[in-house]
């Protein structure tokens, strides 16, 4: 491999595993993948803290933050679930 050749991003999902710049939510988690690690780990943060977000700030929201909160958990629980169940048909 030459100089030339070297490419800082993954061949599988085109991320450059910068924390910040390619979004975790792109990556394949494939075997061939250049920063799968790197990325589940951002996944694993974020979910830990929307479970924090849930169990302890969820408490001290306004009725009206509550209410964006759970239409948005809505959105996005039918847009990704939704896609899997349709896969499956």
Request: overall charge negative; charged content about 30%; some cysteine.
């Amino acid at each position: 491999m030459t100089s030339e050749d070297y490419s800082p991003y993954c061949p599988v999902c085109s991320g450059c595993g910068e924390e910040g710049c390619c979004s975790p939510l792109m990556c394949k988690q494939s075997p061939d993948g250049s920063y799968c690690g790197i990325y589940l780990n951002e996944l694993k943060m974020g979910y830990e803290l929307s479970i924090w977000v849930e169990n302890v700030l969820f408490a001290t929201m306004t009725e009206e933050q509550k209410k964006r909160f759970d239409d948005k958990w809505d959105e996005l629980y039918d847009k990704h679930h939704k896609q899997i169940e349709k896969k499956n048909e």
